[in-house]
């Protein structure tokens, strides 16, 4: 990809004016605890980075395993990072993973201590800080939001203009389906805010009868619809044991299939947008 950015220029002004022309994709992937977003991300990083791309992955789930099917196992986060060193630096917070996907988790407070929420603002304040879009360059992020609650940090990515095109993992499950809705309705309300606005719903399958058509007639109701179906399939946790992607652990499998013709329907379905972390007004 030919980056507006591979110019160099000696003057340090300009540079530092270019630097926020940089274009991307900005995707966040939002669901319910536990729906599959991660896995979801994780072989759709995958696979967009077999085609070529610089992606970046940013886990914003205080159980901060976004990224360990990319990492082969779990990093420390921003979050810790900040903890333990107040003056930390980006390779600190930013690991890179299987085919090159840069990958960053947000990290959370110990259960039942102070605001997931407030964690997630605070390591997106200190990525911005770090100028961490400028030293990467990413051509996509993934931000992997959990949305039991779209409170304010969990809200950030799709509110303060760091995410343009926003999918929802759902199943067929009612809890599921209640949780898409509320992140739905977030979205639609910070739409007018010119940001962020719902790309789709992407189905990942539990065998729940009717649950095509039940997720079908949700997605309506959230005024969007279904972009891709993911069967449920024992290659997700033959790959897993093994730490990693379907994408990268079974490559011939059908579900790597899916998952490839999924990335490119998210990549199809979103917009680079340019700007810093933020993108532009
Ligand atoms: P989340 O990030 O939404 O909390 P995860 O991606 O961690 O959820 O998924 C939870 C578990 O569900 C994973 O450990 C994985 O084994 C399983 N899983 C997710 N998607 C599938 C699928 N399509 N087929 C089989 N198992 C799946
Ligand atoms: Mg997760």
Do not use: W
Request: proline residues 4%; glycine residues 12%; negative net charge.
């Amino acid at each position: 990809m030919i980056h507006p950015l591979s110019v160099t220029i000696e003057s340090e002004s300009i540079n530092k004016q270019l630097a926020f022309e940089g274009s991307m994709r900005r995707i966040a992937v939002y669901g319910k605890g536990g729906i599959g977003k991660s896995t979801t991300s994780a072989n759709i990083s995958t696979a967009l980075a077999q085609r070529g791309l610089k992606v970046m992955q940013i886990g914003c789930d205080p159980k901060a395993d976004s990224t360990k099917l990319l990492a082969g196992g779990r990093i420390p986060t921003v979050l810790e990072t900040m903890r333990d060193n107040p003056d930390p630096e980006l390779e600190d917070m930013i690991h890179v993973g299987e085919n090159g996907v840069l990958c960053v988790e947000c990290g959370g407070p110990k259960p039942g201590v102070g605001c997931a929420g407030r964690g997630i603002i605070a390591a997106f304040e200190k990525l911005e800080e770090l100028d961490v879009i400028d030293q990467y360059r990413p051509d996509v992020i993934v931000y992997d939001v959990l949305g039991d609650v779209v409170c304010g940090g969990f809200a950030m990515p799709i509110r303060n203009g760091y995410a343009r095109d926003v999918f929802i993992v759902t199943s067929g499950e009612m809890m599921a389906l209640y949780a898409a809705s509320n992140i739905a309705y977030a979205v639609n309300d910070f739409t007018h805010d010119g940001y962020a606005r719902l790309g789709g719903v992407i189905q990942n399958s539990r065998g729940v009868e009717d649950e095509d058509a039940l997720v079908d007639k949700a997605s309506a109701e959230m005024g969007t619809s279904v972009i891709h179906r993911v069967r449920r399939d024992p290659a997700v946790q033959r790959c897993e044991a093994r730490g990693v992607t379907v994408v990268s652990g079974e490559p011939d499998s059908e579900m790597a299939a899916s998952y490839r013709e999924l990335a490119d329907k998210v990549y199809a379905g979103s917009e680079d947008i340019s700007g810093g972390m933020r993108l532009e007004d």
